[in-house]
DNA sequence: GATCAACTCAAACGGACGTTTGTATGAACC
DNA sequence: GGTTCATACAAACGTCCGTTTGAGTTGATC
């Protein structure tokens, strides 16, 4: 509507140039840096653009943020539920088992490590420091309906754990794909420790050891 | 040294109140809204001292998180070999099982969430946000060695893993620690999911949980 | 009681920040 | 061909930042 607007106006593409420039740079700052590290004139001076382009195009830093977020974090959401719709229709009659259903909300995210590998710390970012409240409402926004979706379909592979139960381990399980996502760079410069396999490859590791986990009986609450 | 001749001079505690207002300030407050967010202004006056005297008894705002980190970080990752050491004395001729190793790295930090319940926050962000150079090396002398001898007790538990596959587990297991430490504050506020058990009884489950992702076989590389 | 170091405090420093303003530009429309 | 309107740009706005200054206060030491 407004973008489609304005480029029937202008050389149809100037003025999407600039948001698009605008928003690649501000995701690999505010991924590389943080929100407030990153500010607005290393952005503009990233992107190439006019200070004040990001203000007009955007209304605030913070919104610039969210639309990061919606280009972003949007589409691989989609992706997950795409994903993990698609096994549950393989799987005729009976339950899924709980490797493609991690595997289904793994890959998306692995699969654009390719085209921006700066994108895990925004991930991480956006899961665990959520201070200002525009940030929580947007995490929420974001993710409630796949997490939601997700925590149904491992419920029918794994009938032998409680609600509880299987959201603290969905959390672990959560926590160990923020750092793998989150370990290469975070060891980058740091000396004497084994080198990390291929995405793809810490995946499949992954899911291995998660389906573990998530297999083992449930452990009878203490006292 | 410093303080030891400082309090011989003055009150004997005026001076070494005023530090540790500015550091249990400056603690909660980096946890809260990180070191960007935490100005020095809102740390003085949290602690109810006079804006210089930070300037003046730490050097400077960097110089204050290296030392919110000292004091914190060094005693439980003191405790972390202590605990560890003793338990591998208490298993004479045989090597220990994993699940005593995970709880005496865990154990310690579960510890202070009574005292320091914004720790966990403090932690996240040492272990994903060490945007600076200053603060790759503060992670990196602070854990580095607790790690190395962690590492070491894990691969005499776990035979089947070669060195990079523990260290890969290794890394899933400290995501889901520091997701579970996390979790808690991440999720206040939002509706709808499942009350967290105390930290004692999600320590357990942890345990639980990611000895059987530790135990399980180790998959053979793609192709 | 003078000396001196440790400490507190109010005020100011220069700089970076996010945002706004006002003007210029240039293609699209009448 | 003049008007319109989305966009670009340079410059400035007020605010907050981390840090420094310099004068004051305090209490132990001789």
Not at 120 to 132: I, N
Not at 136 to 155: C, G, T
């Amino acid at each position: 509507m407004n973008p489609a607007a304005a480029a029937s106006r202008r050389t149809a593409s100037a003025a999407l140039q600039t948001k698009d420039r605008i928003l690649d740079a501000a995701e690999k700052l505010f991924s590389l840096y943080g929100f407030d590290a990153a500010s607005v004139r290393m952005i503009a001076a990233a992107a190439k653009v006019n200070l004040a382009a990001i203000n007009y195009h955007f209304q605030s830093k913070e919104a610039l943020l969210l639309a990061v977020y919606e280009r972003r974090v949007a589409p691989i959401n989609a992706r997950r539920v795409e994903l993990l719709r698609s096994y549950l229709k393989g799987s005729v009659g009976r339950p899924l088992k709980s490797e493609p259903i991690l595997e289904a909300f793994l890959r998306p995210a692995i699969e654009i490590l390719d085209e921006a590998p700066h994108i895990p710390m925004l991930m991480v970012r956006t899961v665990y420091l959520q201070d200002r409240e525009t940030f929580r409402e947007i995490f929420d926004a974001l993710f409630r309906p796949v997490s939601l979706e997700f925590f149904e379909a491992l419920r029918l592979a794994l009938p032998h754990l409680s609600g509880p139960q299987l959201f603290l381990r969905m959390q672990f399980f959560l926590g160990s794909f923020l750092q793998m996502m989150a370990a290469r760079r975070a060891m980058e410069g740091l000396q004497g420790f084994p080198e990390l396999p291929a995405p793809e490859e810490m995946m499949r590791q992954l899911i291995h050891y998660t389906a573990a986990g998530l297999r083992v009986r449930a452990l009878e609450s203490s006292k």
